[in-house]
C-alpha cells in the first residue's frame, strides 16, 4: 500500500490568484494522478505525473491552468492558476502500487471567492 | 471520459436490508472492476476488485461480474449506517500506468 499526504487540507483563494496543492508519498510510487471532484460527484482524471517527464492532461485540463510538477518518485505538486469560482472543487492526489488498488489522498478543499 | 456508466444514482436501504448497485463498461479495453467507498469527508477507499466472471465475496460485499456484457454489480447484505457513503465503480485498462476511469458513482442511505 502506500499513504498520500496533501497540503492544504483546505484553502480560501481570490478569484485571479494562484495557489499549490502539494501531494506526497510515504513510498516511491511511478505514476501519482490528480482528480477533480465537485460536491458529491464522480472523480474526474486531470492528469497524470510521472518522474521527470511533462504531465500528461486530460480532455479540458491544460497545463497552462494547471502545471503540474513530479520532481522525484515521492512527490507532486499541482498549481491552480487564475483560480475561479469554478474551480471550487476538492482536489486529490493518487497513486496506484503495481496492480494493486488506487490510493488516494485525503484531498484538498478549495474554495474561490 | 466516462466510459463507466453506474446505477442507480442514490439508494435508501432499511438497516439490515440488501443494497445492490450497478456498473456498465462502454469500452471492452476497459474490464478490470474496482468498487471504491468515498465516506464524507475523506478519500475513496478501495473494497474489492473483481476480474473474472462469476462471483467474488468479502464479507458482507459480494461482486458479480459478467465480461460478455461488462456488467459488474455490487451487493451488500446486512446494511449499516456505516455504509452511507458514495459508491464509485473504476474500470482499467491493465495497463498500470493508465489511470481507472471512475463512474459517476451511487450514494447509497442506510436508514436506522
Not at chain 1, 500528461?56 to 498549481?79: A, H, Q, V
Not at chain 1, 502500487?97 to 484531498?107: C, D, H, L, S
Not at chain 2, 438497516?15 to 469500452?27: R, V
Request: hydrophobic letters at 30%.
Amino acid at each position: 500500500s502506500v499513504l498520500l499526504y496533501q497540503k492544504p487540507n483546505r484553502d480560501i483563494c481570490q478569484s485571479g490568484t494562484s495557489l499549490k496543492i502539494q501531494c506526497v508519498a510515504d513510498s516511491q510510487v511511478v505514476s501519482m494522478f490528480w482528480y477533480q471532484q465537485f460536491q458529491e460527484q464522480s472523480l474526474m482524471l486531470m492528469a497524470t505525473a510521472n518522474e521527470g517527464s511533462e504531465a500528461t492532461y486530460e480532455s479540458g485540463f491544460t497545463k497552462d491552468k494547471f502545471p503540474i510538477s513530479r520532481p522525484n518518485l515521492t512527490f507532486s505538486t499541482l498549481t491552480v492558476n487564475n483560480a475561479r469560482p469554478g474551480d471550487s472543487s476538492i482536489y486529490f492526489c493518487s497513486s496506484r502500487p503495481y496492480y494493486a488498488e488506487q490510493f488516494f489522498g485525503p484531498g484538498t478543499r478549495l474554495t474561490v471567492l | 471520459q466516462q466510459k463507466v456508466q453506474q446505477s442507480p444514482e442514490s439508494l435508501s436501504v432499511p438497516e439490515g436490508g440488501m443494497a445492490s448497485l450497478n456498473c456498465t463498461s462502454s469500452d471492452r479495453n476497459f474490464q478490470y472492476f474496482w468498487w471504491y467507498r468515498q465516506h464524507s469527508g475523506e478519500g475513496p477507499k478501495a473494497l474489492m476488485s473483481i476480474f473474472s466472471d462469476g462471483d467474488k465475496k468479502e464479507g458482507r460485499f459480494t461482486a458479480h461480474l459478467n465480461k460478455a456484457s461488462l456488467h459488474v454489480s455490487l451487493h451488500i447484505r446486512d446494511s449499516q449506517p456505516s455504509d452511507s457513503a458514495l459508491y464509485f465503480c473504476a474500470v482499467s485498462d491493465g495497463n498500470n500506468n493508465n489511470a481507472p476511469r471512475f463512474g459517476a458513482g451511487t450514494k447509497l442511505s442506510v436508514k436506522p
